[in-house]
């Protein structure tokens, strides 16, 4: 026994001194060597150029190949650089891709070519920023996943402009990917829009699967994710495989919705959804089969239409694959809206083709909660008896119903539900002790383990809403700052409304950033403690830009959207 343990410890010596470290300084330095287990491939510190990088490797779970920055951050890769790697267990980590011009393929994809793909492989602490070629129209990818299992997470991807998903997981017949997508932040884009000033198809930030492969199982988990102002169409993250799960990510303020678009038997499970009141702020849309939306949190979304907190779509007789199926068997339970314009616009269509009502469908233990009666709890958008749908058990302190009548056991009206702003990252409304939400607990749906912030839910009575109103969390909202490469600041922001807020304070990387309101209505940006004081006065569209010890720092204020907001570009 003592010479076949011997055995096996020579033998993790020296596949432990085989494994090397390699600094490289170019693309074909990487492309042309021959990688083994537990190597270390280390990107020299520098602006690459034009960079065409195509690892195929081979590692293990124990010992992965590793192509990782020198110092996380300061490998900038600009101009039509690209990142390839096929293979299994290879980490790829640390790498800026900045101010890139790629326009003939994705920026970063988990394949070297169309057959050889990545498995089992790792991308890190990465960023991807203002990398869009000078002509908008354009359709580029910035992260393509293929192969299975692999992983993204702590990465930060901010200001795609031109047309094209920011990142895809596209299928293979005989392969479930069972992808990760982790703890990454998702910023700022904008739409490119048609003649007539609509947005154009196409610009999701997360595309799971397309038509054609709809039908597949993807078993992809989208969690804990950040998404700020994504703006690029109606769609920010769109479905389109079978067997998803998507929990615990923040959508901030995005012109858009999570859509179930294609393919069945996804779960929406614990997310929140932040609107300020914007007028194409959306929540969930629901297509196919046998979904689950449960534990979500929805507040002040102006949408209404197609992007209502919860939009259920009319379905296409005989639909196409890229048309609209008809909704079975959804499973809608547990969330909370919050002076949302519209919280549910069920049997919605826009065109005279959709004719399959839901069926199959419960709606149940919900909380809408308004401040006002001027916002529509329910619109049912066609009536059809064909259509079925069972309300049970849903709390509606006050607000409006369009087409749509109930009896107690379906909407509970009149009562209070005592909700308050809880010390959460987004400060969201939860109930408090004496909530009429106790009074209306149920045991059913015992699957339904924990709430949106992980309180016990199996071993208590649950109460309509996304929370309970006691317990330990053991589920925390991600923030800007929790999520997203180490190395990169995403866009700190102090959202008020700038008329009624004379004096306004942030924090921008642990500075205090002090903006107030000059006579003439401008903001003036008035001082950052431990740097130097200057004032600046802030008109709408227009940009300052300002040289500190720790980068370079834009600040820019737009009323169209109500924001002012400070970009670290540079760490120095």
């Known amino acids: ?135 908008s129209t354009i359709d580029t990818k910035w992260v393509s996943l293929y192969g299975a299992k692999n992983k993204v997470d702590h990465c930060s ?70 998404f700020e102002h994504c703006n690029g169409e109606i769609e920010i993250v769109s479905n389109k495989s079978c067997g998803n799960y998507f929990s615990n990510n923040v959508f901030f303020e995005c012109h858009g919705m999570l859509t179930l678009r294609h393919g069945n038997g996804s779960t929406v499970d614990g997310n929140y959804f932040f609107g300020n009141k914007l007028s194409d702020a959306g929540g969930v849309r629901i297509i196919g089969e046998n979904h689950k939306v449960y ?75 308004n401040t006002s009666n001027s916002n529509t709890n329910i619109n049912i958008s066609q009536t059809d008896t064909a259509m079925h749908i069972m309300w049970k058990n849903n709390m509606m302190n006050q607000g409006k119903y369009t087409n749509f009548s109930y009896s107690a056991s379906e909407i509970i009206t009149g009562k209070d539900p005592k909700m308050s702003l809880a010390g959460t990252a987004m400060n969201m409304y939860e109930p408090s002790i004496g909530s009429a939400l106790a009074d209306y607990s149920t045991s059913d749906y015992p699957d339904i383990l924990v709430d949106i912030r992980g309180r016990d839910r199996a071993s208590s009575a649950k109460i309509p809403g996304a929370s309970q109103i006691s317990g330990s969390t053991s589920r925390t909202m991600p923030s800007r700052k929790s999520v997203g490469a180490s190395f990169f600041s995403n866009l700190d922001t102090e959202i008020r409304p700038i008329g009624t807020c004379p004096r306004i304070s942030a924090f921008i990387n642990n500075k205090l950033l002090t903006i107030r309101t000059s006579t003439d209505g401008n903001l003036c940006i008035y001082a950052i403690s431990g740097e130097s004081v200057f004032q600046k006065a802030i008109t709408e569209g227009s940009v300052t830009t300002k040289l500190y010890s720790k980068g370079i720092y834009i600040l820019r204020f737009t009323t169209k959207i109500g924001w002012l907001y400070c970009q670290k570009l540079v760490v120095n």
Not at 173 to 195: C, E, K, M, W
Request: some cysteine; glycine content about 8%; proline content about 2%.
């Open 157 to 226: 991807f901010q200001n795609k402009s031109n047309m094209g998903t920011l990142m895809v997981a596209w299928l293979q017949t005989g392969i479930i990917p069972n992808h990760v997508i982790d703890q990454n932040y998702f910023g700022y884009r904008n739409s490119n829009l048609d003649a007539a000033g609509a947005e154009l198809n196409g610009q999701e930030i997360m595309r799971l699967g397309d038509s054609s492969t709809s039908m597949l199982t993807a078993g992809i988990q989208v969690t804990n994710n950040f």
């Open 1 to 135: 026994m003592k010479n076949i343990l011997l055995c096996f410890m020579l033998l993790a010596h020296t596949l432990t001194a085989c494994a090397s470290q390699i600094l490289v300084s170019t693309a074909s330095q990487i492309n042309s060597g021959n990688w083994k287990s537990g190597d270390t491939i280390v990107m020299k510190n520098g602006t690459w150029v034009d960079q065409l990088i195509t690892l195929k490797a081979i590692g293990t779970a124990s010992q992965p190949i590793v192509l990782m920055a020198q110092t996380p951050g300061l490998v900038i890769l600009t101009g039509s650089s690209h990142l390839g790697f096929s293979g299994n267990y290879i980490e790829i980590s640390g790498l800026l891709f900045k101010n890139g011009t790629q326009s003939s393929s994705e920026i970063i994809g988990f394949r070297t070519s169309t057959v050889d793909f990545a498995n089992n492989c790792r991308l890190t602490n990465c960023t991807i920023v203002d990398c869009n070629p000078a002509d």
């Open 295 to 369: 534990n979500n949190y929805f507040e002040k979304l102006g949408g209404t239409g197609f992007r209502s907190a919860i939009c259920i779509v009319r379905g296409k007789l005989n639909s196409l694959a890229n048309e609209y199926f008809q909704v079975k068997n959804a499973l809608i339970a547990f969330n909370t809206m919050v002076d949302c314009s519209n919280a549910f616009t069920i049997n919605y269509n826009s065109s005279s083709t959709y004719t399959m009502p839901p069926i199959g469908t419960v709606i149940t233990n919900n909380n809408i909660y």
